[in-house]
């Protein structure tokens, strides 16, 4: 069965440190997001992307993160000076937009630990 | 602002009952409902999703109802096992959101006990 898949599953960083989440979506997606969790919290949608261009983000997603489909297949998140923060789980996911049920596919996540 | 509740929080049940797991959302002007399935520290699962026009979906032992003017949700999972142990999640779609804006509720901790 496709799925959307992400590495590295925990990265852990010193405060200030550049950090670039990678995610594979499903082949045949072509609407890509990212949203966070934090421990305890709801999870929150951060970004959708389509047509390589940023569909929308929210107000967490300010200038210290980018988006970035560098190739056929990959789908990035950079983050590029880490804050304490910024310590959460980190999901992929990707919708197709054929069907256009909206139904969202998410990954295993990424869990980012600053220190 | 749309705000997406889920009560209880969590829920201890012991095997072979059935689940009824509440959503609420503030706003009935929705696009879709989606449930998810959320175990320790993994990614979501997607369960079901509803469509606004819809009044349910189902899948197996489990079945989701839509009451849009009353800004609810339920979902049923028949006859739980062990195995339905997790945390289960419901987010919303606005019709003017962008593709794939969910709001999302805080979950509800499910443990069956054998």
């Known amino acids: 069965e496709p799925e959307v898949t992400q590495t590295p599953s925990h990265q852990v960083t010193q405060m200030g440190q550049e950090v670039i989440l990678r995610c594979v979506p499903i082949?045949?997606?072509?609407?890509f997001y990212w949203y966070r969790q934090i421990l305890g919290q709801k999870v929150e949608f951060l970004v959708s992307?389509?047509?390589?261009?940023?569909?929308?983000k929210s107000e967490i997603f300010d200038d210290q993160f980018s988006v970035e489909r560098p190739d056929g297949s990959n789908f990035t998140l950079k983050i590029r000076s880490t804050k304490l923060e910024d310590s959460a789980m980190y999901f992929c996911?990707?919708?197709?937009?054929?069907?256009?049920?909206?139904?969202?596919?998410f990954g295993e996540g990424s869990r980012l630990t600053v220190l | 602002k749309q705000e997406v509740t889920q009560i209880p929080a969590a829920l201890s049940v012991p095997e072979g009952e059935n689940l009824v797991l509440n959503c609420s959302f503030t706003?009935?002007?929705?696009?879709?409902l989606q449930w998810f399935r959320q175990d320790p520290g993994k990614g979501l699962t997607s369960l079901l999703l509803?469509?606004?026009?819809?009044r349910e979906q189902t899948s197996g032992r489990l079945n989701a109802s839509l009451d849009k003017s009353s800004g609810r949700s339920t979902l049923y999972i028949a006859a739980s096992q062990p195995g339905d142990s997790a945390t289960y999640l419901c987010?919303?779609?606005?019709?003017?959101?962008?593709?794939?804006?969910?709001?999302f509720g805080a979950g509800t901790q499910v443990v069956v006990t054998p």
């Open positions: 996911a990707s919708s197709d937009g054929g069907s256009l049920t909206g139904e969202l596919f």
């Open positions: 082949s045949n997606h072509l609407y």
């Open positions: 706003d009935s002007a929705i696009y879709n």
């Open positions: 992307f389509y047509n390589n261009e940023i569909s929308e």
């Open positions: 509803i469509q606004s026009s819809q």
């Open positions: 987010a919303v779609k606005g019709p003017t959101d962008s593709w794939g804006k969910l709001q």
